[in-house]
């Protein structure tokens, strides 16, 4: 620390730090812990971790720490108060000290350029990638694994080295992660399959790098794997060089937790509880989405919507109970009528109407609905039918008002019955 006290402080106005190969902060000048106070949020306290895992912007510096100990320098822009400051993260490496790790500076924008440190050249070796607290591997311009650092490969039975990276993530687009590879930059969404992990593997832990080494003991670890689902993960994509030559490293994001929920949210916002189909908000991104492609094709498009005819005196005479029995009945006769064909969407438009969304003419939803009128026996149902290549609708309000149209003319009529809406003069 005298060390560095000496040479930084000896530069008035350096805001600056120092950072080892562990990660852990060696020295901060009063300007940089100042400054990182402010504009970071960040205690600088020499022998902790550094910069801590706060948010978004502190994976952003934690990204840039790992590249500068491969021996890239990087820096991002940071916005206070209208003022706009650099923070630039360079390699550091004194063999006759045996000192590895990264400086980091901030600068005001306007002297950056012609205050940067450049980039020394350092030959990286798979001990500074495996000192990154990071699940991280180095893939070559064509996906193939020089290298993974043993966070990355604690999770696997088998060497990940020259194995393609999408050997081990599965990509949700094949193109998207060919591109970051080929841009050493952005990021992609993967799912990986063959991943034997602890439950919270991908849970950043700072207790996992404090150590020299992982838990290897098969037998304290076998009762907390789990491998029975894939997991999300995103990629993140940087540029760096790896002995001497252009390559990309590769860091791995869980986003398992996050997907899940996002998917039960989704779940709750377009699903109706009672009857597992699409409801009201579910239909009008389905319809929407049917509306524009089938317009863009020419193609047939219709429109069901299906009433129980009565049904307020049902669950008056007959009970809540009753009325509810039979929209469950209605419910599994459509789905288990419905279950052979493709390209059909169903859903609940309110209390006891239903919608159909068939890829076929109006002649066509027409016999359908009919056919599912006739198998609830004992129930009157009254059906309307817009089809979209006879009315030219050109919005869901259209679409749905013509079908909705035609299911009370139906029920106007005596019910029943279904009723195809009239073309639009």
Same mark, same amino acid.
């Given at each position: 620390m005298?060390?560095?006290?000496?040479?930084l402080?000896?530069?008035?106005?350096?805001?600056?730090c120092?950072?080892?190969?562990?990660?852990r902060?060696?020295?901060?000048?009063?300007?940089?812990?100042? =400054?990182?106070?402010?504009?970071?949020?960040?205690?600088?306290?020499?022998?902790r971790?550094?910069?801590?895992l706060?948010?978004?912007?502190?994976?952003?510096?934690?990204?840039?720490?790992?590249?500068?100990?491969?021996g890239? %320098?990087?820096a991002?822009?940071?916005?206070?108060?209208? *003022?706009?400051?650099? &923070? %630039?993260?360079?390699?550091l *490496?004194? %063999?006759?000290?045996? =000192?590895?790790?990264?400086? $980091?500076?901030?600068?005001?924008s306007?002297n950056?350029?012609?205050?940067?440190?450049?980039a020394?050249i350092? /030959?990286?070796?798979?001990n $500074?990638?495996?000192? =990154?607290?990071f699940r991280?591997?180095?893939?070559?311009?064509?996906?193939?694994?020089?290298?993974?650092?043993?966070?990355?490969?604690?999770?696997?039975?088998t060497?990940?080295?020259?194995r393609?990276?999408t050997?081990?993530?599965?990509?949700?687009?094949?193109?998207?992660?060919?591109?970051?590879?080929?841009?050493r930059?952005? @990021?992609?969404?993967?799912?990986?399959?063959?991943?034997?992990?602890?439950?919270?593997?991908?849970t950043?832990?700072?207790?996992?790098?404090?150590?020299?080494?992982?838990?290897?003991d098969?037998?304290?670890?076998?009762?907390?794997?789990?491998?029975s689902e894939f997991?999300?993960?995103?990629?993140?994509?940087?540029?760096?060089q790896w002995?001497?030559?252009?390559a990309?490293? &590769?860091t791995?994001?869980d986003?398992?937790?996050?997907?899940?929920?996002?998917?039960? +949210?989704?779940?709750?916002?377009?699903?109706?509880?009672?009857?597992?189909?699409?409801?009201? /908000?579910?239909l009008?991104?389905?319809?929407? *989405?049917?509306?524009?492609t089938?317009?863009?094709?020419?193609?047939h498009?219709?429109?069901i919507?299906?009433? &129980?005819?009565?049904f307020?005196?049902?669950?008056?005479s007959?009970g809540?109970?009753?009325?509810n029995?039979? +929209?469950?009945?209605?419910?599994?006769?459509?789905?288990?009528? +419905?279950?052979?064909?493709?390209?059909?969407?169903?859903?609940?438009?309110?209390?006891?109407?239903?919608?159909?969304l068939? @890829?076929?003419?109006?002649?066509?939803?027409?016999? &359908?609905?009919?056919e599912?009128r006739e198998?609830m026996?004992?129930?009157?149902?009254?059906?309307?039918v817009?089809?979209?290549s006879?009315?030219g609708?050109?919005?869901?309000?259209?679409?749905?008002?013509?079908?909705?149209?035609?299911?009370s003319?139906?029920?106007?009529?005596?019910?029943? @019955?279904?009723?195809?809406?009239? *073309?639009?003069?």
């Open positions: 005298e060390v560095w006290s000496g040479i402080d000896s530069c008035p106005g350096l805001l600056c120092v950072v080892n190969i562990r990660g902060l060696v020295y901060a000048t009063h300007g940089y812990k100042t =400054i990182a106070a402010r504009l970071l949020g960040h205690r600088c306290e020499e022998g971790n550094y910069p801590p706060i948010n978004e912007l502190d994976k952003t510096l934690h990204e840039m720490l790992a590249a500068a100990c491969l890239n %320098t990087n991002i822009e940071v916005t206070e108060r209208g *003022r706009v400051w650099d &923070i %630039t993260a360079s390699p *490496r004194i %063999t006759s000290q045996k =000192i590895e790790g990264v400086v $980091i500076r901030i600068m005001r306007e950056a350029k012609e205050n940067s440190l450049a020394p350092v /030959r990286t070796n798979p $500074i990638l495996n000192s =990154i607290p991280a591997c180095v893939v070559d311009s064509n996906g193939l694994i020089l290298s993974a650092n043993k966070f990355l490969s604690f999770g696997f039975n060497a990940l080295t020259s393609k990276i050997d081990i993530a599965k990509p949700e687009s094949e193109e998207e992660l060919n591109s970051i590879i080929s841009k930059s952005g @990021q992609a969404e993967c799912r990986m399959y063959e991943v034997n992990v602890k439950k919270n593997f991908y950043f832990d700072e207790s996992i790098y404090h150590d020299e080494e992982l838990n290897t098969e037998n304290a670890e076998s009762e907390s794997h789990d491998t997991r999300h993960v995103r990629l993140y994509a940087s540029p760096i002995d001497d030559k252009e990309v490293m &590769i791995f994001e986003v398992t937790e996050y997907t899940r929920t996002h998917e039960q +949210l989704r779940k709750l916002l377009t699903f109706d509880s009672s009857s597992g189909l699409l409801n009201r /908000r579910g009008e991104h389905v319809i929407l *989405r049917e509306l524009g089938t317009i863009m094709k020419a193609g498009l219709s429109l919507i299906m009433g &129980i005819d009565n307020k005196e049902i669950n008056k007959k809540y109970m009753s009325g029995r039979v +929209l469950r009945d209605f419910v599994f006769t459509m789905k288990k009528f +419905l279950a052979d064909y493709e390209n059909v969407s169903m859903g609940r438009w309110s209390g006891d109407e239903f919608m159909i068939f @890829q076929c003419n109006g002649a066509k939803g027409v016999v &359908i609905a009919d599912i198998r026996k004992g129930v009157a149902l009254s059906a309307g817009a089809d979209l006879d009315g609708y050109v919005s869901v309000n259209e679409f749905v008002g013509a079908a909705y149209d035609a299911m003319e139906a029920k106007n009529n005596g019910g029943n @019955q279904t009723v195809l809406a009239r *073309r639009k003069k």
